[in-house]
């Protein structure tokens, strides 16, 4: 079911969960470092390790688990920047 669902509801999804992870470790107002770091960690961790198990079962080549490492990373960082920028100030 996963991977049938189009590739923005799956972001979508990501983020969202990503959100509440965040939204339950920081308090509004929080540090911008803060909300930077656990939204960020949260989204690419999400992200890079669905790859890895491709590899590791599925034989797919590792140079493509690498780059979508890679590219979980700058989602990460993308996500974790909106997060610090749209989180609610006190």
């Not at 107002?29 to 960690?41: R, V």
């Not at 490492?69 to 993308?78: E, F, H, P, Q």
């Amino acid at each position: 079911m996963w991977a049938q669902a189009p590739p923005a509801r799956r972001l979508r999804l990501i983020s969202v969960i990503s959100a509440c992870m965040t939204g339950a470790i920081v308090p509004p107002g929080g540090d911008d470092h803060t909300i930077f770091h656990y939204g960020a960690a949260v989204t690419a961790i999400a992200y890079a390790f669905g790859a890895w198990p491709m590899s590791i079962w599925y034989h797919r080549k590792w140079s493509t688990t690498i780059k979508d490492t890679i590219d979980a990373a700058i989602y990460g960082a993308a996500t974790g920047l909106i997060f610090t920028w749209m989180w609610p100030k006190m």
